[in-house]
């Protein structure tokens, strides 16, 4: 799929993004646990999981699926409603709508809810993601 | 659970050494190589104080010390909020702790900092049954 240059003014709340699907590799489960040390919580129900932050992952990658974002986009809030452990080896079916935008203290943000569904169709959790735009746009630099 | 969630009771902390070997393996993990991780230069043309840690580093922590806290139900029942505050320059150790504010539902406060005491991230978790 050809990306989109993400630019702010073309942004709009009610745009969809998705479906996007995202295989939980084990290698990437491996190097997320590696990066954290995060040894917790390896199995449940005699399957092995993932971290469930994790799922930050594939819900920035539903939006970046269709935008080229700008350098510098920064991370703002993250909220998680967890249902279902995320599976190692799972395909989550990932959906997200842009719930807002908005200008406060000079700063663009805009808000992402997302959605993920596991290949058993259970739903394994629900998102929002908030980022700040930047206000500089630095790709028409050379660095 | 691991421990006797009462109202008072801290979780954690959880440590991390935020270091550039952490950062390139999460940003490989997460396929997001936005290059005000890894680039002074272009972090600085941004208002940042120089190359800094992605935010859900921290957040990660957050959810070690979650899963290791709450078990199994913490991936069924979990509901978390982060803000984050500040960011975490490369090289930084971060903290992570809980504090139990009820029991019922059973709900926590968040907070991630820097052994400097810089806050980088607030926030809350819920078991919502």
């Known amino acids: 799929m050809t990306r989109i240059r993400q630019d702010w003014d073309q942004m709009r709340v009610g745009q969809t993004f998705g479906p996007f699907g995202y295989v939980v590799r084990p290698e990437v489960v491996e190097s997320l646990r590696?990066?954290?040390?995060?040894?917790?919580?390896?199995?449940?129900?005699?399957?092995?999981?993932?971290?469930?932050?994790?799922?930050?992952?594939?819900?920035?990658?539903?939006?970046e699926a269709k935008y080229e974002p700008p350098p510098g986009v920064i991370h703002a809030g993250q909220e998680f409603d967890l249902y279902a452990p995320v599976r190692v080896g799972a395909v989550l079916t990932c959906t997200g709508t842009i719930t807002d935008m908005s200008r406060r203290r000079n700063r663009r943000y805009y808000s992402v809810a997302s959605e993920a569904v596991d290949d058993r169709g259970v739903l394994v959790a629900r998102s929002r993601t908030t980022a700040v735009y930047p206000e500089v746009d630095l790709r028409s630099r050379d660095y | 659970m691991t421990t006797d969630l009462d109202v008072g009771v801290t979780l954690g902390p959880c440590v991390l050494v935020v270091d550039q070997q952490v950062v390139a393996r999460y940003a490989d993990a997460a396929d997001?190589?936005?290059?005000?991780?890894?680039?002074?230069?272009?972090?600085?043309?941004?208002?940042?104080?120089?190359?800094?840690?992605?935010?859900?580093?921290?957040?990660?922590?957050?959810?070690?010390?979650?899963?290791?806290?709450?078990?199994?139900?913490?991936?069924?029942?979990?509901?978390?909020?982060?803000?984050?505050?500040?960011?975490?320059?490369?090289?930084?150790?971060?903290?992570?702790?809980?504090?139990?504010?009820?029991?019922?539902?059973?709900?926590?406060?968040?907070?991630?900092?820097?052994?400097?005491?810089?806050?980088?991230?607030?926030?809350?978790?819920?078991?919502?049954?």
């Not at chain 1, 954290?36 to 920035?60: N, Q, S, W």
């Open chain 1, 34 to 63: 590696s990066a954290i040390g995060d040894e917790e919580l390896v199995e449940v129900d005699g399957e092995a999981v993932a971290p469930a932050m994790l799922l930050t992952f594939p819900f920035l990658q539903l939006i």
């Open chain 2, 32 to 129: 997001d190589h936005n290059p005000i991780h890894f680039d002074d230069e272009v972090a600085r043309a941004l208002g940042l104080p120089g190359a800094i840690a992605h935010g859900m580093i921290s957040g990660a922590l957050i959810g070690r010390l979650l899963a290791a806290e709450l078990g199994p139900q913490w991936v069924r029942h979990g509901r978390l909020r982060l803000k984050f505050v500040r960011p975490v320059e490369l090289g930084s150790t971060v903290v992570a702790r809980g504090w139990v504010t009820s029991t019922e539902p059973l709900s926590v406060e968040l907070r991630a900092e820097t052994a400097d005491g810089v806050l980088a991230i607030t926030g809350s978790a819920m078991l919502e049954m």
